[in-house]
């Protein structure tokens, strides 16, 4: 297809009230700001009807899990249950580098993000427009011989590309 949508949508789980689906990498999840283009929240709504509400959002290089609340009710509780930590998100991704320290680490940064290039930048200090993020990385397989890392990230701020520019602050693209 044009946006590179799959023929069907994959389900992972679905009751009455939840929808989980996977959403490959390269998509918008939902709309973005002065963005005309289609979303993967528009196809699940096309597949599973209008009534259905995206909970949360991955950046559109992160393939991942979708959750949907299928009425207000679930879409809310989906919501709170993501504010207060009932629910989280947990990444597994590859970085540059087979040298990174093993022990489970806790870093502590600054992002700003540049709104007219959408480029972001990780500070040691707060600067200038600049918001803190909270990332925990965890090794779960080193690859000495092609020299990288796959890690297991959970991060306690979400913001746009916080991951990918947090990772590469400490030399682990």
Do not use: M, W
Request: hydrophobic share 30%; proline share 3%.
């Amino acid at each position: 297809s044009l946006y590179g949508f799959p023929k069907e949508l994959t389900t992972v789980y679905e009751d009455e009230n939840i929808l989980v689906v996977y959403k490959p990498q390269g998509l918008l999840s939902n709309e973005e700001h002065g963005n005309n283009e289609p979303t993967y929240e528009d196809y699940v709504k096309k597949v599973k009807g209008e009534n259905i509400q995206i909970c949360h959002r991955l950046d559109r290089n992160t393939a991942g899990l979708l959750v949907f609340g299928k009425n207000q009710e679930a879409y809310e509780e989906l919501l709170d249950a993501f504010k207060h930590g009932y629910i989280y998100k947990e990444y597994y991704t590859y970085v540059v580098g087979s040298d990174i320290n093993p022990q489970k680490q806790h870093l502590e940064n600054y992002l700003f993000k540049d709104e007219k290039t959408g480029f972001s930048k990780v500070y040691d200090t707060k600067t200038k427009g600049s918001v803190q993020i909270v990332t925990d990385i965890e090794v779960d397989t080193v690859y000495k011989k092609l020299n990288y890392t796959t890690l297991k990230v959970t991060i306690h701020t979400g913001k746009t590309h916080q991951i990918r520019a947090h990772l590469a602050h400490i030399g682990h693209p």
